[in-house]
């Protein structure tokens, strides 16, 4: 095969031949609830995982996928594009960074790049999207990583979660602070920063609040109009799908709806969303 692009499974898509000369592979996470192991692939069943979740009263955590993971994607091609998710968060980037190093060993002659998207889900797809049209456009391997490069700084990721029971039993949140957000049903907006870093930015009272500023914060931070925009929701069809309508309305070029998979649905928990633009 002449090419693969490689991405980790909080991107919420799955493995995919997009033409004869194009792989796309899906390196999974892993999550752990109490002795119970998730791997986050085509076969994890994430509404099991969330019930255990919510009835186990102890810490969860996820973990990066190995170094031979990568490494096994990063042998299938001449040419491989590797997209993961914000190195401020997690350590996938750098694992995939030894995995290619690794590889380069092994066989010198293939081409690999690594991009810290420093975001998560809706990014990494449109980073990715852009990486297979690059690449049919028959532009060389240098090309397409240079360009990508930059066509990734200009891609912005926003999100809105509704439940924090994940974060507060992971000692992310204040007990006593997430009750009380959930009490007075604020549904704060929060974005990935330039450094991959996550920044509240507005706490609006009720979702159809929370809809309205998460589309101003949208138009504040670019043009929007033409744009594609990618939604991954973990059980928020109806608030994402009234999204949907809403950036429809303001223009956009296209509006996708992913359900998150392991990862994301672990962190954004249900009800929660995430969108690229």
């Given amino acids: 095969m002449k090419w693969n692009i490689v991405l980790d499974s909080s991107s919420d898509l799955f493995a995919e031949m997009l033409d004869e000369n194009v792989e796309r592979t899906i390196v999974p996470l892993k999550l752990v609830v109490g002795d119970t192991e998730y791997v986050d692939n085509a076969e994890l069943d994430v509404d099991e995982m969330l019930r255990a979740m919510k009835a186990y009263q102890g810490p969860t955590s996820s ?15 001449k ?25 380069l060993k092994e066989d010198p002659s293939k081409n690999i790049h690594v991009i810290d998207t420093r975001a998560t889900a809706g990014k990494i797809v449109l980073v990715g999207e852009e990486a297979f049209r690059l690449i049919r456009e ?23 979660m ?33 450094a991959g870093e996550i920044e509240v930015i507005d706490k609006p009272r009720g979702e159809s609040a929370m809809l309205r500023k998460m589309v101003e914060r949208m138009q504040e931070f670019k043009n929007i109009e033409g744009l594609p925009v990618i939604i991954s929701h973990c059980h928020a069809l109806e608030p994402a799908t009234k999204l949907k309508e809403m950036l429809e309305a303001a223009n956009v070029g296209s509006v996708r709806l992913l359900k998150t998979r392991g990862l994301c649905s672990y962190y954004t928990d249900e009800g929660g969303f995430i969108v690229g633009f």
């Fill in 79 to 103: 040419n491989t594009i590797c997209v993961t998710m914000t190195s401020a968060l997690s350590a996938t980037y750098e694992t995939a960074l030894q995995a290619k190093e690794m590889v």
């Fill in 162 to 194: 509704e439940r924090f029971d994940n974060l507060i039993k992971n000692g992310r949140m204040p007990k006593y602070q997430g009750k009380l957000v959930q009490m007075l049903k604020i549904r704060p907006v929060a974005y990935a920063t330039d």
């Fill in 138 to 160: 028959g532009l060389t391997f240098d090309d397409v990583a240079k360009k990508l490069d930059e066509y990734a700084t200009g891609i912005k990721l926003i999100f809105s």
């Fill in 63 to 77: 973990s990066t996928p190995s170094i031979g993971d990568f490494a096994e994607a990063f042998r299938k091609a």
